[in-house]
């Protein structure tokens, strides 16, 4: 039944998140927590995650748009691996950072999402505003994602044992298969979809998860 109930998550967290550009995280992980210690929640839903938008970036990548990716990706990526850390060395806490448009958006998305996973709401409300086509808005948003995917799960293998991924590898496996089908879903969807329904979405979304995070639900 744990299993089941992952994969529903996993599969309609993908598809109905495709164009928002974020979500599938901050729903998965939580109901991976009720299954396992909180590391390695965040650990197995990074790893799910991370697959998943590499196929999500086989099936946009052609949209990418290199300039973002180059300002607010890279940053990400750095400030990623420093969030992650986070996970084992306290200490870290005491940083703090300036603001200042892509490169500082990206610092702190990757940042939250190395700490909680977070770094998608953050990052959709950056990438939104700069009036990409729905095709780049979603290409580029999932290629910044990998990249900050593959910061963290440098970190997060600390939890993700041989034994810890022998024991559950067929969740792995069909977590991540019903996230790829959901993410094919919304790719041969997006065709219908106008940029002005993503943008709803995107609004619609962030004020949900505004709404999660302050009712203690995430």
């Not at 095709?135 to 990249?147: K, M, N």
């Amino acid at each position: 039944m744990d299993i089941f109930f992952i994969c529903v998550i996993a599969g309609l967290a993908s598809l109905t998140t495709f164009y928002s550009g974020f979500g599938l995280g901050t729903l998965l992980m939580p109901v991976m927590a009720l299954f396992f210690p909180l590391e390695v929640a965040v650990a197995l839903t990074a790893l799910v995650h991370f697959l998943t938008n590499l196929f999500k970036l086989f099936l946009t990548y052609r949209h990418i748009e290199w300039h973002i990716v180059l300002r607010f990706g890279v940053p990400g990526f750095i400030m990623a691996f420093i969030g992650a850390l986070l996970e084992w060395h306290p200490r870290l806490k005491k940083l703090s950072f300036g603001r200042d448009h892509l490169i500082t958006g990206g610092m702190l998305s990757g940042f939250f999402g190395g700490l909680a996973g977070f770094q998608g709401a953050l990052r959709s409300m950056f990438l939104i505003r700069f009036n990409l086509s729905k095709e780049a808005y979603i290409a580029t948003g999932v290629c910044i994602a990998s990249l900050i995917d593959l910061s963290r799960m440098s970190v997060y293998s600390i939890s993700l044992s041989k034994q810890l991924l022998g024991e559950n590898l067929h969740l792995i496996i069909f977590a991540t298969c019903t996230a790829f089908l959901g993410a094919y879903a919304g790719n041969v969807w997006l065709k219908k979809v106008t940029i002005d329904l993503v943008q709803r979405i995107v609004a619609v979304s962030l004020v949900l998860f505004a709404l999660a995070l302050g009712s203690g639900l995430l």
